[in-house]
């Protein structure tokens, strides 16, 4: 496995970690269709929440917040669409989490409620 995927994958874990914490229950974990993936579905209630977890372990780049492109949105959007096709749920909501990972430091984890929609 690849160290960009590998750093993906310690985030999304970190992110599932927190949002049980946080009283969410964790519906799915990479729901695929086609080639749209949403990383996280999780529930609070009636609402669905669809979150992208961004994880970098630098800022050279920027905060990991601010990679997602305007055609990540759409893919996220569309695959909820399709998730939601035949279930009954009052709400959704998409979230983004990100995660900075730097060496020899604790890691800092953003929850962005209502990010895009």
């Keep these: 496995m690849n160290r960009n995927r590998n750093i993906g994958n310690q985030g999304e874990a970190m992110a599932i970690e927190y949002l049980q914490k946080q009283g969410y229950l964790i519906i799915e974990k990479n729901w695929t269709t086609g080639h749209k993936e949403i990383d996280i579905i999780a529930q609070q209630e009636d609402i669905y929440?669809?979150?992208?977890?961004?994880?970098?372990?630098?800022?050279?780049?920027?905060?990991?917040?601010?990679?997602?492109?305007?055609?990540?949105?759409?893919?996220?959007?569309?695959?909820?669409?399709?998730?939601?096709?035949?279930?009954?749920y009052k709400d959704i909501r998409f979230d983004v989490i990100s995660i900075l990972l730097q060496k020899n430091k604790e890691p800092e984890l953003l929850h962005i409620k209502d990010a895009f929609y």
Excluded: C, N, Q, W
Excluded at 58 to 84: D, F, N, Q, W
């Design 49 to 88: 929440i669809f979150i992208e977890v961004k994880t970098r372990t630098t800022t050279l780049h920027g905060m990991p917040e601010e990679s997602i492109s305007a055609r990540k949105i759409e893919s996220v959007i569309e695959a909820a669409r399709i998730y939601l096709y035949d279930k009954k």
